[in-house]
């Protein structure tokens, strides 16, 4: 729903909610939907809102002052099912308090008396939105029934009294059974990966289905799949006790017929939706054409001239799992109405975020880099993932070899491999899941330290097993085992890790957690956020970390888009945590606020080292201590999102198989 306003609030840390309840005396806020705005647009997702005999209470500012709304509309995808103004909207309205205002030329213009004006729309609203939204869903489904109904009483009538033999019945029956399972199945699919996986890119699912996944937790999925698997097999049942019935009053015919199209027309539906919602046609286009990014900006770290200081800082490099700064609150340059993550708000604003004053900002993903393992690429080295060539049969599907990921590539690793870096990775999850295990080995070395080895080393039982294989308090233990052990080596060292709690669906909510809030997943993400300020306080207390640059980085943005519709953050200009903590002598951000994407923190890591890069690249990345801009800065998001999902010479021949 966007309601339009007459004026400008941009500059402004904005908040409306929109309220539904039964009762128009009683709103809480377990019942409302939490959305901050910029400018002169307020979006509201509504897909989750109960509308059906429900009133809607709209708090459209947080704060004391004047406003005016010019029309409300209600859209269905990108149609505008519902557009009211003027008269039409007043009549609408039901009441409003603690507000003055009057109507001139259609225009409701208002003064909040303070920071909590309320307008209650009446029940006749929300009736109407329910129409417009029940028959853009449930229609397309009536057409096909009823069409899948009548060619089945027309066959049945034409073919009443013809027998078939029992055999071919149960053929006739079980294929067309297969049909339905399959229409049900994808359906169902679609439905969840639409309200739960809405921002997440088509190249994203192409990916893991090109890559091994074993180790992949599906514990957050288990009401999903039981709720699947129990529909589908009552459907089939039922369509079988009915044609077993009408087999017997011989007019089984029609019915098998009947049952093969309504299978066709939902594997239709779901087809189709699913390829208009992922832009599964754009995403193909794009990959059959060619860009040359590479050629014209990749810098290559073997040829880039690196110069390092004389005594080499250390690096400790967090990956946060889904972490970005919609958690924060709107005055702290986030999305939210509460700050779910104060601590690395504090940490980020202390430090240096890449910002020009005292909120947020932080990194935007790239196509190719929005899940785990081209995150950790895109960070690393420079370079996305692209799906089209990463995870075939020719290359990298069965990741045997220690260097078969991006072997092209120069990362960070090995970059510190050759300057005499120690190097770990800690995971609590399987190494192998995506590649993960053959990258960082085969760039760099680096010593993988996983959920397996975890065992192997006794660390945790043989059979222990939790999320995607033990919660982030054992990995922060286990970092400050093995964080301890490379700095006693008296070299200089380079430890990774990455953080799992707070993954899609929900998180993993573990016994230090508390439950202040009433999401699990804000839960777990002030949790994270907790854990983390204690970690990097033991590290701030340690004899190394003088010499030690520490980056705390979102791989990604969370892809648990219902959990963000919630809270209203659909419209919010989302980027990743990023936070660089105790960078050499000399390097501060003179340049503001930058526009930067997850393939600029290689080149910046490093520079954060004290390395001096001659010209500023690295990968497709720029050193943000620089005034180079950045490709986002100069060409755009949109424009370097398209880019990366075509085909590239370069990268194939230079990159991917070198």
């Known amino acids: 729903m966007n309601i339009y306003l007459g004026e400008s609030h941009a500059g402004k840390n904005n908040i409306a909610q929109l309220f539904y309840s039964e009762d128009a005396k009683k709103f809480t806020s377990a019942q409302s939907v939490t959305q901050s705005f910029a400018d002169d647009v307020i979006s509201i997702p509504i897909q989750e809102v109960e509308l059906k005999d429900t009133y809607l209470r709209l708090d459209p500012f947080n704060q004391k002052g004047n406003f005016s709304i010019v029309k409300m509309e209600v859209l269905y995808g990108e149609d505008v099912v519902l557009s009211l103004q003027g008269k039409e909207l007043k009549k609408q309205i039901q009441k409003m308090k603690k507000i003055s205002k009057r109507w001139e030329e259609g225009v409701l213009y208002c003064e909040a008396k303070n920071s909590n004006p309320r307008i209650i729309m009446k029940q006749s609203f929300s009736r109407l939105v329910y129409q417009k939204y029940l028959v853009r869903d449930v229609a397309p489904y009536i057409g096909i029934i009823l069409l899948c109904i009548v060619l089945g009483i027309v066959e049945v009538r034409c073919l009443k009294g013809a027998t078939m033999k029992k055999g071919a019945f149960v053929a006739m029956s079980t294929i067309v059974s297969a049909v339905l399972v399959l229409g049900i199945v994808i359906l169902y699919a679609f439905q969840y990966f639409e309200s739960h996986l809405g921002q997440v890119p088509f190249s994203h699912l192409m990916y893991h289905l090109h890559t091994p996944l074993g180790g992949t937790d599906v514990s957050s999925y288990t009401d999903v799949i039981i709720i699947g698997v129990v529909l589908t097999l009552l459907c089939v049942a039922l369509y079988l006790v009915v044609g077993v019935i009408l087999k017997k009053r011989e007019m089984q015919f029609g019915y098998l017929l009947w049952g093969s199209l309504l299978g066709l027309s939902l594997i239709l539906i779901g087809g189709i939706r699913a390829v208009l919602h992922f832009d599964i046609i754009e995403y193909y286009e794009y990959t059959k054409a060619s860009t040359t990014l590479y050629e014209d900006y990749y810098g290559d770290g073997r040829k880039v001239e690196l110069t390092f200081p004389e005594e080499k800082r250390n690096l400790i490099y967090i990956f946060l799992e889904s972490m970005e700064i919609t958690f924060a609150d709107v005055e702290s340059g986030g999305a939210m109405a509460e700050n779910y993550m104060p601590e690395l708000t504090r940490l980020a604003l202390d430090n240096n975020c890449f910002t020009d004053g005292n909120v947020l900002n932080g990194a935007y993903h790239v196509n190719g880099a929005t899940y785990t393992m081209g995150a950790m690429a895109a960070h690393t080295c420079g370079v996305p993932i692209n799906t089209e060539l990463i995870g075939t049969d020719t290359v990298n599907s069965t990741f045997e070899s220690e260097n078969n990921y991006l072997p092209g590539v120069w990362s960070i690793g090995d970059v510190l491999a050759e300057q ?16 993960r295990s053959s990258y960082f080995r085969g760039h760099g070395g680096y010593m993988v330290e ?27 233990d286990f970092a400050k085992e093995d964080i301890t052990k490379l700095a006693a080596k008296g070299q200089p060292f380079n430890f990774t890790m990455l953080t799992a709690d707070t993954h899609f669906t929900d998180g993993y ?12 997943y804000s839960n777990v993400i002030a949790c994270s956020s907790k854990q983390v300020m204690e970690f990097i306080g033991w590290i701030q207390e340690q004899d190394f970390y003088e010499n030690t640059t520490i980056v705390l980085a979102g791989d990604h943005l969370t892809m648990d888009s219902a959990y963000i519709n919630n809270q209203g953050a659909a419209a919010f ?29 290689y080149p910046t890591t490093l520079s954060s080292l004290g390395v001096s890069i001659e010209g500023d690249r690295l990968g497709l990345g720029v050193d943000l201590y620089s005034d180079t801009p950045t490709l986002a800065e100069q060409y755009g998001l949109e424009y370097l999102n398209m880019e990366l999902q075509k085909n590239s010479e370069y990268y194939t021949k230079e990159l991917l198989y070198k």
């Open 420 to 435: 005499g870096y120690n190097q770990e990775l800690l995971i609590g999850s399987v190494g192998d899941f995506a590649g």
């Open 450 to 476: 996983d959920y397996k080895e975890a065992i192997t080393k006794e660390r945790i039982p043989a059979d222990y097993k939790v999320w995607w294989g033990y919660e982030d308090k054992k990995l922060f």
């Open 573 to 601: 200009d989302r980027r990743m945590y990023f936070n660089v903590i105790n960078a050499a002598e000399g390097k501060v951000n003179h340049n503001g606020k930058r526009t930067y994407t997850s393939l600029d923190l």
């Open 509 to 520: 909510l573990c016994e230090c957690c508390g439950g202040e809030y009433d999401e699990q």
